[in-house]
Every structure is written in C-alpha cells, then in structure tokens.
C-alpha cells in the first residue's frame, strides 16, 4: 500500500527540514573546530566579556580575538552590546555553552583514555 499525497508531501518537507538542520549544525561545528573561537566559546559559557579579557583568556592576539569574534558574530553564536566605549561580548543561546561544555568533556574522556607516554 502507498503513502498519500499528503504523507508523502509531508514526508519530504521533514527530509529537506532535515537537510538544512545538519548543514546548520555541520556549519556550527566547523566554527567550533578552530582553536581559537572554541576559546573565546568556551569563556564566554562563563559570562560576558570584553575583547581584553578575551584576549587574555585565549592568550591569543587582539586583531586574532576580533576577527574571531566577527566571525561569531556573523554565525549569530555571538551577541555584542556596548557598554559606555567598550563591547561586551555574549553567548546568544545557553545550547552553546552546553555544546562547548560536552565538546571538552569529550576531550577529557579522550585524554583520560590515552595510553601514558613513555
């Protein structure tokens, strides 16, 4: 027996919903892969910050944080609001901390599973 038009229909709207989810999600994780913006994620799990305290967090360089951020920015992973000259720099959704939180503990259990070096 076949699927009605509208299962049918409705089944391949689900299927293209899925497609545009995975690429969002590859697209995410790929800005997540850089050591840097995995960092800036990271710290940023832990409250606002300006680009100075980016900086020194990530011990990268200042024009490094800011391209970073811009690319962040972009992604919509990152919110900026001023404050008086400074911008501060925000988490846009609390998923991403959860996602950078189990993207490292994710690191540990590999660490913690590798064999000591000799």
Same mark, same amino acid.
């Given at each position: 027996?076949?699927?009605?038009?509208?299962?049918?229909?409705?089944?391949?709207?689900?299927?293209?919903?899925?497609?545009?989810?995975?690429?969002?999600?590859?697209?995410?994780?790929?800005?997540?892969?850089?050591?840097?913006?995995?960092?800036?994620? %990271?710290?940023?799990?832990?409250?606002?910050?300006?680009?100075?305290?980016?900086?020194?967090?990530?011990?990268?360089?200042?024009?490094?944080?800011?391209?970073?951020?811009?690319?962040?920015?972009?992604?919509?992973?990152?919110?900026?609001?001023?404050?008086?000259?400074?911008?501060?720099?925000?988490?846009?959704?609390?998923?991403?901390?959860?996602?950078?939180? %189990?993207?490292?503990?994710?690191?540990?259990?590999?660490?913690?599973?590798?064999?000591?070096?000799?």
């Amino acid at each position: 027996m076949g699927l009605s038009t509208e299962t049918t229909d409705a089944y391949h709207s689900h299927r293209r919903g899925d497609g545009e989810r995975l690429d969002v999600a590859a697209s995410v994780l790929t800005l997540l892969s850089d050591r840097t913006r995995l960092a800036l994620m %990271e710290r940023l799990g832990r409250g606002e910050a300006d680009v100075t305290t980016l900086t020194e967090a990530t011990g990268a360089a200042r024009t490094s944080v800011s391209q970073h951020l811009a690319k962040l920015r972009l992604a919509g992973l990152v919110v900026a609001r001023k404050d008086g000259r400074r911008v501060v720099y925000s988490l846009r959704h609390g998923h991403l901390r959860r996602l950078v939180d %189990e993207a490292l503990n994710v690191a540990d259990h590999q660490i913690g599973s590798l064999p000591p070096h000799d």
